[in-house]
């Protein structure tokens, strides 16, 4: 057989963290931002290697328990990036989530109302009335994990994580994604801001996106028409 000691495998030097954003659902491989990074930093015989470990659906809890079992095969002095969504604390829906274009859920449907099956202009009234209630409510959502007891929660979570890495002589690097709805009348910029300064208190390196995403248009950043 061959001799594997000669084989020049790279130790894990960068570790993605975080839900689909990084795990990269609806897109090629080759155009996941993990694996252009990694083939971005990588030239020729200088091989740099690039774990991807983001889960669709992951929170910050989850982020927690994949890191603790994935450190073992990090070597000192790894870099860890946390692809931070704003719904990674969690979102408390005080309603039941309803209609077809919604901001965090896909794939919903619409309703149930006999009406609807016989008037097509009843039915896109009541979608255009669900639609607003719906914004409303999941703006609220967002906003709300972010306040109170969740974002103590979330924020000691992320603390833990921070420590867990430096304990391990790593560093962490938050990477702060936007929603992708709505960048001209974006109404999440509190949340931005409170990850920010949560991340200069605790000495934590961050990236917002927000300002690059920004130049485009939200649904051009879509990996599929129903996100």
């Known amino acids: 057989g061959n001799d594997q000691s000669s084989i020049d495998v790279p130790e ?5 963290l975080g839900d689909s954003f990084f795990y990269g659902r609806g897109v090629r491989h080759e155009d996941i931002c993990l694996t252009r990074l990694e083939n971005l930093l990588s030239h020729g015989s200088d091989r740099v ?3 991807n470990c983001g889960v669709v659906g992951a929170g910050v809890q989850d982020v927690v328990e994949i890191y603790s079992r994935e450190s073992a095969s990090l070597s000192p002095g790894s870099l860890v990036l946390y692809g931070l969504v704003l719904n990674d604390f969690g ?3 005080a309603e039941p989530i309803r209609g077809l274009n919604f901001i ?8 149930f109302n006999p009406l609807r099956e016989r008037s097509a202009l009843i039915n896109f009234i009541i979608h255009l009335v669900e639609k607003r209630q719906l914004h409303k409510n999941t703006l609220r959502a967002y906003l709300e994990s972010f306040e109170g007891e969740s974002a103590e929660i979330g924020f000691e979570l992320l603390d833990n994580l921070n420590q867990l890495i430096i304990d391990d002589d790593g560093t962490l690097v938050v990477i702060i994604f936007p929603l992708l709805y709505d960048f001209e009348n974006y109404r999440f910029g509190s949340i931005h ?10 000495r934590i390196l961050y990236l917002d996106l927000f300002p690059r995403f920004s130049r485009h248009s939200a649904e051009d950043l879509w ?5």
Do not use: E, W
């Open 12 to 16: 894990i030097q960068i570790l993605g």
């Open 49 to 51: 290697a690039v774990k």
């Open 91 to 93: 979102l408390d829906m």
């Open 104 to 111: 965090d859920i896909n794939n919903g449907g619409y309703t």
């Open 193 to 202: 801001r409170k990850i920010v300064s949560f991340c200069k208190s605790h």
């Open 223 to 227: 990996a599929n028409p129903t996100d």
